[in-house]
């Protein structure tokens, strides 16, 4: 709040920054505000107009509001109403400044299937890919095979390539993306237009992600998906799908340094996905990245196993098991001040879910084998 000071008239005036100020009170600057949610009708302020100047002070005895420019160092009347309700106005800025958002998925989108890296391909342990034809389409499906995560895309795309044939597909397409001109060009969109299931193969998700982010491919994947093409990914494939993603980290500890993020492709948001979980001991890396993000939800799956999401709920699939952790009942989570430490968690929620076990996204719970999540 400025200071005040009286004059001989007893007349309360704002003290401003110079006197030049002072003689033209009235000068208010628009306030740039941003943008609301469709049909919210934010508060305009008065335009600049030749008609007749406000007086000062005005003719009341409520207690006047000064609010400070952004552009000059002085101190203006400010108008009292509406009220702008903030929370609303929040709704409008962009999601990074907003708190993501539980997990929802509408009815229309595509199934995704998430795997833990390491499944098996001969019979009669296939039944994580066999499950991802069958959900493309089967004798009708057109599969695209993305192997850009590679060191060595030529013989991940024909591995792929033969054992979704030997499954039953009725095309498979390898697609070859090795740069981001690769990715906007209009024959890579095609591919991605006329398939039926896109499937990314294991390697580093960190060139998934600057190689296809933003790009065409990027924009007509999230589309096909959001009309109900199946979409699969394995070990890197499968942690590109989280909006913020696990790329790195093998310390012992649950701490700051344990785990390294980024930003990945956001197919199943509200989620953070590490891989080969059991098989390589992440279970501290998928804690410290919970207790550092605690409104995602940690799934930690392991080899030969994946996660078929569809709505808003995912099934186990393969031979073991996932591992969900949840931060949302935890009591207490002490980060240290100095930004480099161990992590202190308390009530911190977790779950093991076997093969046939389900969970629900939206409702955060475990959900027994053939249980309707609707219903419970």
């Given at each position: 709040?400025?200071?005040?000071?009286?004059?001989?008239?007893?007349?309360?005036?704002?003290?401003?920054?110079?006197?030049?100020?002072?003689?033209?009170?009235?000068?208010?600057?628009?306030?740039?505000?941003?943008?609301?949610?469709a049909g919210y009708e934010r508060h305009q302020?008065?335009?600049?107009?030749?008609?007749?100047?406000?007086?000062?002070?005005?003719?009341?005895?409520?207690?006047?509001?000064?609010?400070?420019?952004?552009?000059?160092g002085i101190?203006?009347?400010?108008?009292?109403?509406?009220v702008i309700n903030m929370a609303e106005q929040l709704i409008g800025r962009p999601a990074q400044l907003r708190p993501p958002a539980?997990?929802?998925?509408?009815?229309?989108?595509?199934?995704?299937?998430?795997?833990?890296?390491?499944e098996q391909m001969s019979p009669p342990s296939d039944t994580i890919l066999a499950r991802f034809v069958e959900i493309a389409g089967g004798p009708a499906a057109n599969i695209a095979v993305i192997a850009t995560a590679s060191n060595d895309?030529?013989?991940?795309?024909?591995?792929?390539?033969?054992?979704?044939?030997?499954?039953?597909?009725?095309?498979?397409?390898?697609?070859?993306?090795?740069d981001r001109d690769h990715a906007s060009s209009p024959e890579a969109a095609a591919t991605i237009?006329?398939?039926?299931?896109?499937?990314?193969?294991?390697?580093?998700?960190v060139r998934i992600t600057t190689v296809l982010g933003g790009s065409k491919v990027d924009s007509v994947l999230h589309g096909r998906v959001a009309e109900g093409m199946a979409l699969a990914g394995t070990s890197a494939g499968a942690a590109m799908m989280s909006g913020t993603m696990i790329i790195g980290g093998d310390d012992a500890t649950v701490s700051t340094s344990s785990v390294r993020m980024a930003p990945g492709l956001e197919f199943l948001p509200g989620v953070l996905i590490d891989m080969h979980f059991a098989a390589r001991g992440r279970l501290n890396r998928l804690l410290s990245a919970v207790a550092m993000y605690p409104h995602e939800l940690g799934l930690g799956i392991d080899e030969d196993t994946a996660i078929l999401v569809t709505r808003d709920r995912f099934e186990v699939l393969g031979t073991g098991s996932v591992t969900v952790i949840?931060?949302?009942?935890?009591?207490?989570?002490?980060?240290?001040?100095?930004?480099d430490g161990p992590i202190a968690v308390h009530g911190m929620q977790l779950h093991v879910l076997p093969a046939g076990h389900q969970f629900h996204l939206t409702g955060r719970r475990p959900l027994l084998p053939g249980t309707d999540p609707e219903g419970t």
């Open positions: 709040m400025p200071q005040r000071r009286r004059d001989s008239g007893d007349t309360a005036k704002p003290l401003y920054a110079s006197e030049a100020a002072e003689r033209h009170p009235t000068t208010v600057h628009p306030i740039a505000l941003p943008a609301g949610p302020p008065a335009p600049h107009t030749a008609g007749p100047r406000a007086t000062y002070p005005p003719p009341s005895n409520a207690p006047m509001a000064y609010q400070t420019s952004p552009h000059a101190a203006r009347p400010a108008v009292r109403s509406p539980r997990p929802t998925r509408e009815e229309t989108t595509g199934p995704l299937l998430v795997i833990g890296g390491a895309p030529d013989c991940r795309e024909l591995e792929y390539q033969r054992v979704f044939t030997r499954l039953g597909a009725g095309h498979v397409t390898p697609l070859r993306i090795t237009l006329g398939a039926s299931g896109v499937f990314f193969t294991g390697g580093d998700q949840d931060a949302g009942p935890a009591t207490r989570i002490g980060t240290p001040e100095s930004g």
